[in-house]
C-alpha cells in the first residue's frame, strides 16, 4: 500500500500569512494526488485534484504544486474560515490512501 | 444541488451487522463511481470501498475485505454497505462519496466531489 504522510501534523499562523503543508508519498504516484479541507463535525471538501487543479468554487489563494514525491497545499493569504484539518489523498491505486491530516488553527 | 444522504447507523455488538445506505439526488447516479470513506472518532480518514456505476469494478480496503460487501441500485439512486462481523475497530462516521468526472486532466482517478453528511456506527457490547 501506498503510505502518504503529512507533516506538520499542526500548523498555527495567523491571517494573512502564507500556509504550507506537506505531503509525501511512499512510491511514485505522478501527479494523483488530492487536498480536502474538513471541518469539525462536517464532510470533508476536495480543494485541489491532480496536485495542482483548483476545484470549482474553491478560493485562489488555495493551490498546490508537486516535487518528485513530495506536494504541497499553499494558502497564500490565510483567512478566518480556513481553520480546518487538511488531508492528502493519493489517487494513483487501490487501495486508496489518506495522509493523517494536518490541524490548522488561527492565532 | 448534488445531495448525498446517508442512513442505517447505529449501535451493534461486536459480530453484529449493520446495513448503510446512501441516497442519492440532483444528479445521473448510474453514471458515477461512488464509494465509502469512513472516520474513527478523532482520527483521520480511512477509504473503505469502491464501486463503478455499473458494479463492474469493485475494490475493499484490507481491514474490511470478506467483512463487507458494496452494492448500489442505479433504479432507485441508492448505494448500499452491508458490514457483517462488526469488530470494535469499526467504530466510525461512514461517508459516502461520489467520484467525480474531471476527465483527461485527472488522468479519471479517484477524487471524491461530493459527500454526504455521514452516519455513525458504533461497534460496542
Known amino acids: 500500500d501506498i503510505q502518504m504522510t503529512q507533516s506538520p501534523s499542526s500548523v498555527s499562523a495567523s491571517v494573512g500569512d502564507r500556509v504550507t503543508i506537506t505531503c509525501r508519498a511512499s512510491q511514485d504516484i505522478s501527479s494523483w494526488l488530492a487536498w480536502y479541507q474538513q471541518k469539525p463535525g462536517k464532510a470533508p471538501k476536495l480543494l485541489i485534484y491532480?496536485?495542482?487543479i483548483l476545484q470549482t468554487g474553491v478560493p485562489s489563494r488555495f493551490s498546490g504544486s508537486e516535487s518528485g514525491t513530495d506536494f504541497t497545499l499553499t494558502i497564500s493569504s490565510l483567512q478566518p474560515e480556513d481553520s480546518a484539518t487538511y488531508y492528502c489523498?493519493?489517487?494513483?491505486?487501490?487501495?486508496?490512501?489518506f495522509g493523517q491530516g494536518t490541524r490548522l488553527e488561527i492565532k | 444541488e448534488v445531495q448525498l444522504v446517508e442512513s442505517g447507523g447505529g449501535l451493534v455488538k461486536p459480530g453484529g451487522s449493520l446495513r448503510l445506505s446512501c441516497e442519492a439526488s440532483?444528479?445521473?447516479?448510474?453514471?458515477?463511481?461512488m464509494n465509502w470513506v469512513r472516520q474513527a472518532p478523532g482520527k483521520g480518514l480511512e477509504w473503505v470501498s469502491s464501486?463503478?456505476?455499473?458494479?463492474?469494478?469493485?475494490f475493499y480496503a484490507d481491514s474490511v475485505k470478506g467483512r463487507f460487501t458494496i452494492s448500489r441500485d442505479n433504479a432507485k439512486n441508492s448505494l448500499y454497505l452491508q458490514m457483517n462481523s462488526l469488530r470494535a475497530e469499526d467504530t466510525a462516521v461512514y461517508y459516502c462519496?461520489?467520484?467525480?468526472?474531471?476527465?483527461?486532466?485527472?488522468?479519471?482517478?479517484?477524487?471524491?466531489?461530493?459527500w454526504g453528511q455521514g452516519t455513525l456506527v458504533t461497534v460496542s457490547s
Open positions: 440532483e444528479f445521473t447516479f448510474s453514471s458515477y463511481t
Open positions: 464501486i463503478s456505476s455499473t458494479s463492474s469494478y469493485i
Open positions: 491532480a496536485a495542482s
Open positions: 462519496a461520489r467520484e467525480g468526472n474531471f476527465g483527461y486532466s485527472s488522468g479519471y482517478k479517484p477524487y471524491f466531489d461530493y
Open positions: 489523498q493519493q489517487a494513483d491505486s487501490f487501495p486508496l490512501t
